[in-house]
């Protein structure tokens, strides 16, 4: 049975259909929210970052929230293939203690577990993310709004229910409540030049502050970018970044259906930049507040997205609103890489891994990790297949996304 799906935009599909596809041709690799539906995607990561792009040059746009945003790091890492088996592994064995009479741990206990383990993840590399000479690494987080600008027990649940109603009537009506916030490492590991490197897509769609990574706030925009609502706590103070709480970036940018197809600087509507100045302290310099600030579109070339499913969903809001599943003119330059539903049916469970298992396996950790592991070992044909499809391209495989 057929495991890869591929689908692509209409540029993209034009592209592939009359040259196929070679790694000099890519210029953005999104990934996405999901939790433990991201562990499908390790052998496809471990191909691409550890074979395949490495045979050009260009720079590349990495461009991730959540679990994506842990993938993408870790990509920058110097060896990429040892780093993201080993993102796997610390993924796969995460465990937490569930209080007598609780279903699930809280979420105090969660997050500083998760937060132990990014720090001895990344203890002693950080550098190699900052500084990597090819990757700009973007990683997304949700910063509250108004009652969502701490984290508090009335008021937090009451700004869910709020950004929930909102965003039902229009996405951009979630703006009241959540902005886009994107922590950008600068290009070649310049941590303290004049300028914070340039989005690969337009911000006119949503509320979008974009920040300086750097040392000082590396671990916590990470861990910011994964801190579900409810499941892990908020990170507050975060350096560089305005005030507030910060949320997981999947709630703004659940699938990453971001304007890949334009550009800061072309009248679609600014962003704030948070740049390098002498205002307020950070690792790297100091920072302050641009408005106005225009970044032009440096993510040139295809959008490689591997991805658990081929429907890119714009926000965490949006699963249950169906209508807004479909693809836009912004995913034009899109390739999609997913695993086919059928092939889906035969791994554990009939389904992708995902945050249920953890009710569903409860206390017994092994089994949860033995099926996990069933599912990312099987997850190799999607890689064994995509080498194959390179070698010798079959547009006539390839589905309009």
Not at 157 to 163: E, I, Q, R, S, T
Not at 168 to 197: D, I, M
Not at 215 to 234: E, G, K, R, T
Not at 314 to 333: N, V
């Amino acid at each position: 049975m057929k495991a890869l799906s591929i689908h692509a935009g209409p540029r993209a599909l034009e592209h592939l259909t009359q040259q196929g596809l070679q790694p000099r041709d890519v210029g953005v690799v999104p990934a996405a929210a999901g939790g433990p539906k991201g562990l499908i995607l390790g052998p496809l990561d471990r191909f691409i970052f550890g074979h395949w792009l490495a045979q050009s040059q260009q720079p590349v746009h990495l461009v991730g929230a959540s679990i994506g945003a842990w993938r993408m790091a870790t990509a920058c890492l110097n060896d990429p293939v040892a780093a993201l088996l080993q993102l796997e592994d610390a993924y796969v064995h995460q465990h937490y203690e569930v209080l007598p009479g609780k279903k699930r741990p809280p979420a105090s206990h969660v997050s500083e577990r998760f937060g132990q383990s990014l720090q001895a993840f990344y203890a002693g590399r950080v550098d190699e993310v900052l500084q990597h000479p090819r990757y700009r690494l973007h990683l997304i987080a949700a910063r509250g709004r108004h009652l969502l600008r701490r984290e508090h027990p009335v008021a937090t649940p009451l700004g869910y229910l709020g950004a929930f109603m909102s965003n039902a009537v229009h996405r951009k009506a979630l703006g009241a409540w959540l902005e886009r916030v994107v922590f950008s490492s600068s290009q070649g590991g310049e941590l303290g030049g004049a300028e914070t490197p340039a989005l690969p897509f337009g911000t006119a769609d949503f509320r979008t502050r974009q920040v300086r990574l750097a040392h000082a706030n590396f671990m916590d925009a990470l861990q910011a970018s994964c801190s579900i609502p409810f499941v892990l706590q908020a990170v507050h103070h975060i350096a560089g970044a305005p005030p507030g709480a910060y949320w997981d970036g999947g709630l703004t940018d659940y699938h990453m259906h971001l304007a890949y197809n334009t550009h800061q600087g072309s009248g679609l509507g600014a962003i704030e930049n948070i740049a390098a100045s002498a205002d307020s302290e950070s690792a790297s310099g100091q920072f302050h507040s641009k408005k106005g600030v225009a970044a032009s579109d440096q993510g040139a070339g295809l959008v490689l997205y591997p991805h658990f499913q081929h429907q890119v969903v714009p926000g965490w809001l949006d699963k249950g609103l169906r209508w807004r599943h479909r693809s836009t003119a912004a995913l034009d330059t899109m390739v999609v890489l997913s695993p086919r539903t059928e092939w889906v049916k035969t791994l554990p469970n009939a389904k992708l891994p995902d945050r249920q298992d953890f009710m569903h396996y409860g206390h017994d950790t092994a089994a949860r990790a033995k099926a996990w592991l069933t599912a990312t070992a099987a997850a190799q044909q999607l890689a064994d297949e995509l080498a194959q499809w390179l070698e010798r391209p079959d547009p006539g495989a390839v589905q309009p996304l």
